[in-house]
Structures are given as C-alpha cells and as structure tokens.
C-alpha cells in the first residue's frame, strides 16, 4: 500500500481537538451524538426480525408506531419507529464509528509488528501477554460500561461529551461519577504495577 494511503496515529492532543470539533459540529448542525441508545435499537431490530409483534404500527402514538415493550414504546413510540426504520441519522452514525474504526486501523501507519505488541505494557506487566485475556476483559468491560450507561440513561457520548458542551447538569454529574469509579478501578487493577 503506498505511504500516502496509509494513516499516521494522531498524538492524544490533536484527537482531542478533532473530537471536539466533531462534536461541536455535530451539536450545532444536527443534534448531539448519543450512542448507547442505538445498541438498544439494534436488539429490538433483531427482536422485530423474529417476532412480528414487537413494534407495529400505531395511529394512537405521536411516532406512528408503538410496541408491547415499555422502552421501545416511550416518548410516543419514537424507539419503536427507530426499530421499524433503522435507517436514521443516529443508527448510521453508529455503524460508521464501527466501520470507521476499523478502516482506521487498516490503515495504520507504520510497520505491522505481531498481535501482542498491540497490548500495552502496562497490562503485560500485570496481567501478562495474552491477546485471549486482553480481547476478553475489553470485552467484558465494555458489557459493564454499557450496562450502566443504560442504567444512567446515556453513554458518555450523550452524557458527558455532548450534554456538557451544551453545559447540561447531568453532563456534568455523569461524568464526575464516571471518574470517580474508574480511578479507583484502575488504582486497584494496576496497584504495584510499574
């Protein structure tokens, strides 16, 4: 592949900008990006696909469609009228972060070192270099942080990202609980690690 193809990593710095950028930009032209939401959407897409009863179509709710489901069916049905239509701003918004990653790390540049080398030295120092622990404790985590963005009503996309530029309360909240759990997390996991 030829050098001009290839991406160049981007220091902590400049991501950070690029990401606010997209954010703001995000927030300003079309609506602040939330997530968490849309992993919901997909399991009632996957839901819909083997039972015709899970959202129908409904004159009575303001969406036009409704759903047996408690959740699907808040806010007048908007849930389920995202499951019916998936192919809204957010759902594609989505699956291109998804998509987006991965071609990114396609094009990586640099030399392709072996698998492992991907794991930070940290980690090897605690837990060691298996690539299987690594994938599955991300794996793991990433079911917790989930989880509990349900539970809190928004991800850190929603919450923390977009809900404090637009200088929300429970953007703030949400992201003061969120460092106050992975500090401690992180201290015990790591604790003698050099």
Avoid at 14 to 24: D, K, M, P, T
Avoid at 125 to 144: E, H, Q
């Amino acid at each position: 592949m030829s050098n001009f193809i290839l991406q160049k990593q981007w220091n902590w710095f400049a991501s950070g900008v690029a990401l606010g950028i997209a954010f703001l930009l995000c927030v300003a032209l079309v609506k602040p990006i939330g997530v968490s939401t849309q992993f919901v959407i997909l399991d009632g897409i996957l839901w819909d696909a083997i039972s015709d009863e899970v959202v129908v179509e409904s004159s009575s709710n303001k969406s036009g469609y409704s759903s047996p489901n408690a959740y699907l069916n808040k806010s007048g049905g908007k849930y389920a009228k995202n499951v019916a239509n998936p192919m809204n701003y957010s759902f594609v918004f989505v699956v291109a972060m998804v998509l987006g990653g991965f071609v990114a790390g396609r094009l990586q540049s640099g030399k392709r070192e072996k698998e492992s080398s991907s794991i930070p030295q940290v980690w090897k120092n605690r837990f060691g270099d298996s690539i299987i622990k690594r994938y599955l404790a991300t794996f793991v985590g990433g079911l917790l942080v989930l989880f509990g963005s349900r539970l809190a009503g928004g991800c850190t996309s929603g919450h923390m990202m977009s809900g404090m530029m637009q200088t929300s309360l429970s953007g703030y909240l949400f992201a003061l609980g969120a460092f106050a759990m992975a500090v401690p997390v992180a201290l015990f996991l790591y604790k003698g690690v050099k």
